[in-house]
């Protein structure tokens, strides 16, 4: 817990540092409780959580705390490696699967291309049966009309 100011006293006529002869143990502990209380009851502070735990069985060394913070990141590289590990077992998998996938559209590709010569073809196809079959028709009212004198109506290819 931080403070905003310096514990110093004077003991034997020197200024001396010391925060245990300003702030008693018993009220640090007492303080983040009235603390949080106050926070809560006050000013409706709910998510503030000042009693986490952190200090819970005492205070930890530099050291300790060091070991924790390498220990802590030491477990987030190992689940990394096991991470990059599976990533790693996966790829030739998904690189077959690439290369499926690859068939499976120059497969599509080419039956794509073949549809449209076959579009293309049936399409010139019927074109050409439709003028022939036009021909026909204008050649039959050429006959009717020749033959009875009646003018049939269509394309317009009649008198």
């Known amino acids: ?5 310096v514990p110093i006293i004077k003991r034997e006529g020197k200024e001396v540092l ?10 640090l502990k ?3 409780v009235e603390i949080q209380q106050f926070l809560k009851v006050n000013l409706n502070c709910t998510k ?5 735990g952190a200090t819970a069985g005492g205070n930890r060394t530099v050291q300790e705390m060091k070991n924790i913070k390498l220990s802590n990141e030491n477990n987030r590289l190992e689940q990394r490696n096991l991470n ?6 996966q790829l030739p998998i998904l690189e077959e699967e690439i290369k499926e996938k690859d068939q499976t559209i120059y497969n599509l590709r080419i039956e794509n291309e073949s549809l449209k010569w076959y579009q293309n073809f049936y399409k010139n196809l019927i074109k ?6 036009e021909k026909i028709i204008g050649n039959w009212r050429e006959k009717v009309y020749k033959v009875t004198g009646i ?4 394309s317009g290819r009649s008198r």
């Open 48 to 52: 503030v959580n000042l009693l986490n």
């Open 1 to 5: 817990m931080h403070f905003s100011f």
């Open 151 to 154: 003018v049939l109506g269509g």
């Open 30 to 32: 007492m303080c983040q």
């Open 84 to 89: 990059l590990g599976n990533a790693i077992r």
């Open 128 to 133: 050409g049966i439709t003028n022939d079959v």
């Open 18 to 27: 010391t925060a245990k002869s300003c702030v008693p143990r018993r009220e």
